[in-house]
C-alpha cells in the first residue's frame, strides 16, 4: 500500500518531528541544570576536612579546612599554630582516615595557614571566584565543622560537615586585609572553613565572628583574593573560575520558559496559517502590560536600608535586619570601615528603624568626630534621633554620607 500525503500532511509530520526533537533537547537541558544545581552541595562536602592540632597530654584544637590540590589544605593560622609548641597538624579526610600534615606556608596577619599532606588525597579540590564577581547581598554557605554543633551531635555524624546560609552583608577591610561581612553562622570550629557562592565556588575563608554580646549573625570571611596572593608565593597552583552566562541561565529555571516558548512559537509561524495566527495572539499577550497589583494589604513590613553616597561603601545599599553599628573595630560594630578612616571612631553611631512608628533612629556613641544631618545639625551623643526615610546624614565628614531609604 502507498501512502499519498498531501502538502498539509506534510507539514504537519515536519511540525511533529522538529516539536520531538526540541522537545528532547529541553529535557536534556533541565536534566543538566538539576545536576548542576544539586551538585554543588556534595562539591562543598568533598572539598571541606576537619583540621586537628595535637599538643598530646595537653589536649588538641579543632577546625575546618579545604582542599586546593591533592596534597594542600588550607585553614586559619590559629587552627594550626599549636604547631610553634610542637604539635602535629592532622588532617580528618573521612571517619577512618587521617593523614597527618605540616605547616608549610603562614601569614599571621592575614591569620592564613598552608598545610602539606603526607600523603595524596582523593578529594573534590575548590574554584575560587575573584572579589570582582562577588556581590553584597548574594548568597553564601559556611561549611565546616562548628564545636556547638558537635555538643548536640552523636559520635556517627562528627564528620559530616555543617552547612549555614547567609549573605554577603558588606566588603570590609582592617588589619591590612579585605573581608567579607557576612551573616552565615560562623561558630568555633568553622574556622578556616570556606565560604562558598551559590555556584560552588569559593569565595572566602570563615575566620571570625563578632564577640560582642547581643550581636548575632555578623562574622567574617578572608576574601579569596588574599589567599590567592598567598598561594601565589608559596608557588602553589589553583584554580578560578568566575560565574558567567551559562551558570545564570541555569541557576534560573524561568529562563527555560521563554526559550521553549520561542522555540515553538518560530516553528508555528513557519508550519501553518493556524500557527501564524497563534503565534501573533501570543506575542500580542506578551506584549501586553501587566495590570498593577491591588495593595490588599496596606500593613506590608517595608525593608529599611542605608545607602551609601561616598566614602568606603559609597553606590552600595545594606539591607537592615536589625540595627547597624558604624565604626572601625569589628568587636563592636557590625558595619566595619576601613582603620585609616581617622574621622570614624571605633564605634561612631547606631542606625536603626522603627516598625511601628515607621521611622529611623540615629545615636550617636560619644564619637570623637560627631555625626551629623546634611542640613548641618550635629546629633547629641548617647541621644536617640527619630528621622524621616529620605534623609541624609554623615559620620566624621562628609566624605562617608548615607542616605535612609525604605522599600515594600
Given at each position: 500500500?502507498?501512502?499519498?500525503?498531501?502538502?498539509?500532511r506534510k507539514r504537519y509530520v515536519?511540525?511533529?518531528?522538529?516539536?520531538?526533537?526540541?522537545?528532547?533537547?529541553?529535557?536534556?537541558?533541565?536534566?543538566?541544570?538539576?545536576?548542576?544545581?544539586?551538585?554543588?552541595?556534595?562539591?562543598?562536602?568533598?572539598?571541606?576536612?576537619?583540621?586537628?592540632?595535637?599538643?598530646?597530654?595537653?589536649?588538641?584544637?579543632?577546625?575546618?579546612?579545604?582542599?586546593?590540590?591533592?596534597?594542600?589544605?588550607?585553614?586559619?593560622?590559629?587552627?594550626?599554630?599549636?604547631?610553634?609548641?610542637?604539635?602535629?597538624?592532622?588532617?580528618?579526610?573521612?571517619?577512618?582516615?587521617?593523614?597527618?600534615?605540616?605547616?608549610?606556608?603562614?601569614?599571621?596577619?592575614?591569620?592564613?595557614?598552608?598545610?602539606?599532606?603526607?600523603?595524596?588525597?582523593?578529594?573534590?579540590?575548590?574554584?575560587?571566584?575573584?572579589?570582582?564577581?562577588?556581590?553584597?547581598?548574594?548568597?553564601?554557605?559556611?561549611?565546616?565543622?562548628?564545636?556547638?554543633?558537635?555538643?548536640?551531635?552523636?559520635?556517627?555524624?562528627?564528620?559530616?560537615?555543617?552547612?549555614?546560609?547567609?549573605?554577603?552583608?558588606?566588603?570590609?577591610?582592617?588589619?591590612?586585609?579585605?573581608?567579607?561581612?557576612?551573616?552565615?553562622?560562623?561558630?568555633?570550629?568553622?574556622?578556616?572553613?570556606?565560604?562558598?557562592?551559590?555556584?560552588?565556588?569559593?569565595?572566602?575563608?570563615?575566620?571570625?565572628?563578632?564577640?560582642?554580646?547581643?550581636?548575632?549573625?555578623?562574622?567574617?570571611?578572608?576574601?579569596?583574593?588574599?589567599?590567592?596572593?598567598?598561594?601565589?608565593?608559596?608557588?602553589?597552583?589553583?584554580?578560578?573560575?568566575?560565574?558567567?552566562?551559562?551558570?545564570?541561565?541555569?541557576?534560573?529555571?524561568?529562563?527555560?520558559?521563554?526559550?521553549?516558548?520561542?522555540?515553538?512559537?518560530?516553528?508555528?509561524?513557519?508550519?501553518?496559517?493556524?500557527?501564524?495566527?497563534?503565534?501573533?495572539?501570543?506575542?500580542?499577550?506578551?506584549?501586553?502590560?501587566?495590570?498593577?497589583?491591588?495593595?490588599?494589604?496596606?500593613?506590608?513590613?517595608?525593608?529599611p536600608a542605608l545607602h551609601a553616597?561616598?566614602?568606603?561603601?559609597?553606590?552600595?545599599?545594606?539591607?537592615?535586619?536589625?540595627?547597624?553599628?558604624?565604626?572601625?573595630?569589628?568587636?563592636?560594630?557590625?558595619?566595619?570601615?576601613?582603620?585609616?578612616?581617622?574621622?570614624?571612631?571605633?564605634?561612631?553611631?547606631?542606625?536603626?528603624?522603627?516598625?511601628?512608628?515607621?521611622?529611623?533612629?540615629?545615636?550617636?556613641?560619644?564619637?570623637?568626630?560627631?555625626?551629623?544631618?546634611?542640613?548641618?545639625?550635629?546629633?547629641?551623643?548617647?541621644?536617640?534621633?527619630?528621622i524621616n526615610p529620605g534623609v541624609?546624614?554623615?559620620?566624621?565628614?562628609?566624605?562617608?554620607?548615607?542616605?535612609?531609604?525604605?522599600?515594600?
Amino acid at each position: 500500500m502507498v501512502w499519498i500525503l498531501n502538502d498539509n500532511r506534510k507539514r504537519y509530520v515536519k511540525l511533529s518531528v522538529l516539536l520531538t526533537i526540541l522537545l528532547i533537547h529541553v529535557l536534556f537541558f533541565v536534566m543538566a541544570a538539576d545536576s548542576k544545581a544539586a551538585a554543588p552541595i556534595e562539591d562543598m562536602k568533598d572539598s571541606t576536612v576537619r583540621v586537628v592540632c595535637d599538643l598530646g597530654k595537653e589536649g588538641f584544637g579543632l577546625g575546618s579546612g579545604f582542599v586546593i590540590a591533592n596534597t594542600h589544605v588550607v585553614t586559619n593560622w590559629h587552627v594550626a599554630s599549636c604547631t610553634e609548641n610542637g604539635g602535629v597538624t592532622r588532617v580528618i579526610v573521612a571517619k577512618d582516615d587521617i593523614i597527618n600534615a605540616r605547616v608549610t606556608h603562614v601569614n599571621e596577619s592575614k591569620d592564613i595557614a598552608i598545610l602539606k599532606l603526607d600523603e595524596k588525597v582523593n578529594k573534590r579540590t575548590v574554584e575560587f571566584v575573584n572579589d570582582d564577581y562577588v556581590k553584597v547581598g548574594e548568597m553564601v554557605y559556611a561549611v565546616g565543622f562548628p564545636g556547638a554543633a558537635d555538643d548536640y551531635t552523636s559520635v556517627g555524624t562528627l564528620y559530616e560537615q555543617k552547612f549555614t546560609k547567609g549573605i554577603v552583608s558588606a566588603k570590609v577591610r582592617f588589619n591590612g586585609c579585605d573581608y567579607y561581612q557576612t551573616d552565615a553562622a560562623i561558630n568555633p570550629g568553622n574556622s578556616g572553613g570556606p565560604l562558598f557562592n551559590e555556584h560552588g565556588l569559593v569565595v572566602g575563608i570563615n575566620t571570625l565572628k563578632s564577640g560582642k554580646t547581643g550581636v548575632e549573625g555578623v562574622g567574617w570571611a578572608i576574601r579569596a583574593d588574599e589567599l590567592m596572593h598567598d598561594l601565589d608565593k608559596a608557588g602553589i597552583s589553583y584554580k578560578v573560575r568566575n560565574p558567567g552566562v551559562v551558570d545564570n541561565i541555569l541557576d534560573n529555571k524561568m529562563t527555560y520558559i521563554p526559550i521553549v516558548v520561542s522555540f515553538i512559537t518560530i516553528l508555528l509561524v513557519f508550519s501553518t496559517k493556524k500557527g501564524r495566527v497563534i503565534a501573533r495572539e501570543t506575542i500580542q499577550r506578551v506584549n501586553r502590560p501587566p495590570k498593577p497589583p491591588v495593595n490588599r494589604d496596606q500593613n506590608v513590613m517595608v525593608q529599611p536600608a542605608l545607602h551609601a553616597i561616598s566614602g568606603e561603601y559609597a553606590g552600595q545599599t545594606i539591607k537592615m535586619t536589625g540595627n547597624l553599628v558604624l565604626g572601625r573595630d569589628p568587636r563592636v560594630a557590625n558595619l566595619v570601615f576601613m582603620q585609616h578612616h581617622g574621622s570614624i571612631s571605633k564605634k561612631h553611631c547606631i542606625v536603626g528603624y522603627n516598625h511601628l512608628t515607621k521611622l529611623f533612629f540615629i545615636e550617636d556613641c560619644n564619637s570623637t568626630n560627631g555625626t551629623y544631618l546634611t542640613s548641618g545639625k550635629k546629633l547629641t551623643a548617647q541621644k536617640r534621633y527619630d528621622i524621616n526615610p529620605g534623609v541624609q546624614f554623615y559620620v566624621g565628614d562628609k566624605k562617608n554620607t548615607f542616605e535612609l531609604r525604605i522599600g515594600a
